[in-house]
């Protein structure tokens, strides 16, 4: 065997073991990889101390269903700060089974992440607290600081504990919104709007560079039921004065001087707190109560997510009832197709309730609606599947949320039974369509269109033309015939005349203790009301099971969530991805406005839309927190 032979069979040698060795460790990886994601994926049932507080610390807003964009999700979790979302029946279930759970002595909340969110929520939440207290538990906050939507919360709460150093904000409701005309014709656009309703508002963004008075008249008119309702809650459950909230807003800047400054003693004064201690001091003290926890050296106590993942798995190999009561979500924007939780699709939203129709197990469904409304074509193919489930057999009852306008009220309006918290927004009845042209963007430009076509009306829908009175006429008269469908619906589903309808309809926004009294909503009531009701009129007695009917992440986007977010929290440790900024959550309406808009696509462009979102009630990002 000659040298070169040698080197041959030791180099080939020396090869067959680094692939050996490269396959081993290609093998360990995958190993190492597949262990992570089972353990990411892996969901213990956590125990549960037989005597500890329950911690509910919801995070973002409170929402009626998730959205199931990962990145979203997952981009709220790794910037360091809350998730964007904390899902509301969550929260209600939790304080519910909490309510009998012997092992749960009481419920600690921490409100620091709670973001704005609508008050109909606040309301709900607010009821299980006080038939959790009811029981004969405790409820405690303690916080340094408490914005509007943050302290409504706290005040159903026994016991509300203000850092020494913290502060109280109240500031009442507002409506703001930005208008655009200026703007637009500094940039040469021609905004074409056609619309249906005395106070069908939303176009004047594009129209105005101010409030309508007629939308100034009907935005004073929910606005103050908003804030009475809110004042009336608070000020009862803290046992002070009817005007009590509006004098502590009036008189804050002289009182503040008064007492030097010194915000949380001014809360204390007003009685809008129980005492002023640190949250070690309230640690402390609840120690005694529920123990002290080794690890921590803190109160014992359970997360709310663990908590229910505890309670929940109890239930999940119990059989069965064959008579339940179905409820589908439909939470966000009406658009037309195929859409993800936290959106409204008309053909994905409509393929829920089908599926309810289908389900022989259920004799009765509820429609929880959370929506500003958007796409008509997709709110009629929505409204056809309630019409199609009642023809079944199957009653249908709507729950209306934070708000139900516009596009959300056409999907309600064929209902069995419409309930309402006082303070959802609804109605909004009204059409309109919106045609941008760029004609003289251009012409600043240096740049002319001209053509020619076959028909007189070739080419009149171009948006670098001017558009014509014959495609001005067609744009009107369809909005006109979709206002006068709408008032049908509501005609048909409400058994009002069509006249009488109109009356109360012309885009006109109502809160829910209006809208009950002109008949627009039949009861006040929250979801157990509506899921009550329902069984009632499929007669399924007491022995009945409630199901959310609602699509799943699928293992990918699970994982894809999961990835994303471990990316972007390394991305910020490593300062590479920045953390939000106090100018972007400034920018956030615009922001919204423009997403908003940009997401309608009704294929003929008409909708029945609402930009009557619930006045925002938070200090975030604005004192130091």
Same mark, same amino acid.
């Given at each position: 065997?000659?040298?070169?032979?040698?080197?041959?069979?030791?180099?080939?040698?020396?090869?067959?073991?680094?692939?050996?060795?490269?396959?081993?460790?290609?093998?360990?990886?995958?190993?190492?990889?597949?262990?992570?994601?089972?353990?990411?994926?892996?969901?213990?049932?956590?125990?549960?101390?037989?005597?500890?507080?329950?911690?509910?610390?919801?995070?973002?807003?409170?929402?009626?269903?998730?959205?199931?964009?990962?990145?979203?999700?997952?981009?709220?979790?790794?910037?360091?700060?809350?998730?964007?979302?904390?899902?509301?029946?969550?929260?209600?279930?939790?304080?519910?089974?909490?309510?009998?759970?012997?092992?749960?002595? &009481?419920?600690?909340?921490?409100?620091?992440?709670?973001?704005?969110?609508?008050?109909?929520?606040?309301?709900?939440?607010?009821?299980?607290?006080?038939?959790?207290?009811?029981?004969?538990?405790?409820?405690?906050?303690?916080?340094?600081?408490?914005?509007?939507?943050?302290?409504?919360?706290?005040?159903?709460?026994?016991?509300?504990?203000?850092?020494?150093?913290?502060?109280?904000?109240?500031?009442?409701?507002?409506?703001?919104?930005?208008?655009?005309?200026?703007?637009?014709?500094?940039?040469?656009?021609?905004? #074409?709007?056609?619309?249906?309703?005395?106070?069908?508002? !939303?176009?004047?963004?594009?129209?105005?560079?101010?409030?309508?008075?007629?939308?100034?008249?009907?935005?004073?008119?929910?606005?103050?039921?908003?804030? #009475?309702?809110?004042?009336?809650?608070?000020?009862?459950?803290?046992?002070?004065?009817?005007?009590?909230?509006?004098?502590?807003?009036?008189?804050?800047?002289?009182?503040?001087?008064?007492?030097?400054?010194?915000?949380?003693?001014?809360?204390?004064?007003?009685?809008?707190?129980?005492?002023?201690?640190?949250?070690?001091?309230?640690?402390?003290?609840?120690?005694?109560?529920?123990?002290?926890?080794?690890?921590?050296?803190?109160?014992?106590?359970?997360?709310?997510?663990?908590?229910?993942?505890?309670?929940?798995?109890?239930?999940?190999?119990?059989?069965?009832?064959?008579?339940?009561?179905?409820?589908?979500?439909?939470?966000?924007?009406?658009?037309?197709?195929?859409?993800?939780?936290?959106?409204?699709?008309?053909?994905?939203?409509?393929?829920?309730?089908?599926?309810?129709?289908?389900?022989?197990?259920?004799?009765?469904?509820?429609?929880?609606?959370?929506?500003?409304?958007?796409?008509?074509?997709?709110?009629?193919?929505?409204?056809?599947?309630?019409?199609?489930?009642?023809?079944?057999?199957?009653?249908?009852?709507?729950?209306?949320?934070? !708000?139900?306008?516009?596009?959300?009220? !056409?999907?309600?309006?064929?209902? #069995?039974?419409?309930?309402?918290?006082?303070?959802?927004?609804?109605?909004?009845?009204?059409?309109?369509?919106?045609?941008?042209?760029?004609?003289?963007?251009?012409?600043?430009?240096?740049?002319?269109?001209?053509?020619?076509?076959?028909?007189?009306?070739?080419?009149?829908?171009?948006?670098?033309?001017?558009?014509?009175?014959?495609?001005?006429?067609?744009?009107?008269?369809?909005?006109?015939?979709?206002?006068?469908?709408?008032?049908?619906?509501?005609?048909?589903?409400?058994?009002?005349?069509?006249?009488?309808?109109?009356?109360?309809?012309?885009?006109?926004?109502?809160?829910?203790?209006?809208?009950?009294?002109?008949?627009?909503?039949?009861?006040?009531?929250?979801?157990?009301?509506?899921?009550?009701?329902?069984?009632?009129?499929?007669?399924?007695?007491?022995?009945?099971?409630?199901?959310?009917?609602?699509?799943?992440?699928?293992?990918?986007?699970?994982?894809?969530?999961?990835?994303?977010?471990?990316?972007?929290?390394?991305?910020?440790?490593?300062?590479?991805?920045?953390?939000?900024?106090?100018?972007?959550?400034? &920018?956030?309406?615009?922001?919204?406005?423009?997403?908003?808009?940009?997401?309608? #696509?009704?294929?003929?462009?008409? !909708?029945?839309?609402?930009?009557?979102?619930?006045?925002?009630?938070?200090?975030?990002?604005?004192?130091?927190?």
């Amino acid at each position: 065997m000659g040298v070169g032979s040698s080197l041959k069979g030791f180099f080939g040698l020396v090869w067959r073991i680094l692939e050996g060795i490269r396959r081993v460790l290609h093998l360990v990886l995958l190993l190492v990889i597949f262990g992570f994601i089972l353990a990411a994926l892996h969901t213990s049932i956590p125990i549960v101390p037989h005597s500890a507080a329950l911690v509910i610390a919801p995070e973002g807003e409170l929402v009626e269903q998730l959205a199931s964009d990962p990145l979203r999700r997952a981009l709220g979790q790794a910037s360091g700060g809350p998730a964007p979302e904390t899902l509301l029946r969550d929260v209600i279930d939790a304080i519910v089974a909490a309510k009998s759970d012997a092992r749960i002595k &009481l419920i600690v909340l921490d409100l620091d992440s709670l973001d704005s969110s609508g008050l109909s929520k606040l309301q709900e939440i607010g009821m299980a607290l006080r038939e959790f207290r009811a029981a004969g538990k405790r409820v405690v906050v303690a916080a340094d600081l408490l914005d509007q939507t943050q302290y409504y919360l706290a005040a159903q709460a026994g016991e509300v504990y203000l850092d020494p150093m913290g502060l109280v904000y109240l500031d009442g409701f507002s409506y703001y919104r930005m208008f655009l005309k200026d703007a637009i014709e500094k940039l040469g656009v021609d905004v #074409n709007v056609f619309r249906a309703g005395t106070y069908k508002s !939303y176009t004047d963004q594009f129209s105005r560079s101010d409030m309508a008075p007629s939308e100034r008249e009907e935005s004073s008119v929910w606005l103050e039921a908003l804030w #009475n309702a809110y004042q009336q809650d608070v000020t009862r459950a803290r046992s002070l004065s009817a005007g009590a909230l509006n004098g502590f807003v009036a008189d804050e800047p002289a009182a503040l001087a008064a007492v030097s400054g010194d915000a949380a003693k001014l809360a204390l004064q007003r009685g809008l707190v129980t005492a002023l201690k640190s949250r070690r001091q309230v640690a402390d003290d609840l120690k005694v109560l529920v123990g002290e926890d080794e690890d921590t050296h803190s109160f014992n106590s359970i997360g709310m997510n663990q908590y229910l993942a505890s309670v929940r798995s109890k239930h999940v190999l119990k059989s069965k009832s064959d008579s339940k009561v179905g409820i589908v979500v439909a939470s966000g924007e009406i658009l037309d197709g195929h859409q993800p939780p936290g959106t409204i699709g008309g053909e994905s939203t409509a393929n829920l309730l089908r599926q309810a129709r289908y389900d022989h197990a259920v004799k009765a469904v509820v429609l929880r609606v959370d929506s500003p409304g958007g796409s008509m074509f997709a709110s009629e193919q929505i409204l056809r599947e309630v019409q199609t489930l009642r023809k079944a057999g199957k009653p249908v009852v709507v729950s209306m949320s934070s !708000y139900a306008a516009s596009g959300g009220y !056409y999907i309600s309006s064929a209902a #069995n039974q419409i309930f309402a918290s006082s303070t959802t927004l609804t109605g909004s009845i009204g059409v309109f369509s919106v045609v941008p042209t760029f004609q003289h963007t251009l012409e600043k430009l240096g740049v002319k269109v001209d053509g020619i076509g076959t028909t007189v009306r070739a080419g009149d829908m171009r948006q670098d033309r001017t558009l014509t009175p014959a495609r001005r006429q067609i744009l009107q008269s369809s909005v006109d015939h979709a206002y006068a469908e709408f008032l049908r619906r509501v005609s048909d589903g409400r058994k009002k005349p069509v006249e009488d309808v109109e009356k109360i309809a012309q885009g006109r926004v109502w809160a829910g203790v209006d809208a009950q009294r002109i008949g627009l909503v039949d009861h006040l009531g929250g979801l157990k009301d509506a899921t009550d009701a329902a069984a009632k009129l499929a007669e399924l007695g007491s022995d009945y099971d409630v199901d959310y009917i609602e699509p799943e992440m699928s293992l990918r986007e699970e994982l894809l969530m999961q990835l994303r977010s471990e990316t972007l929290r390394m991305g910020q440790i490593a300062g590479i991805i920045p953390p939000r900024s106090d100018i972007e959550r400034v &920018l956030d309406p615009v922001l919204e406005q423009a997403r908003a808009i940009a997401r309608l #696509n009704d294929p003929r462009g008409l !909708y029945a839309y609402c930009w009557c979102r619930e006045p925002r009630m938070t200090l975030k990002g604005l004192v130091g927190r």
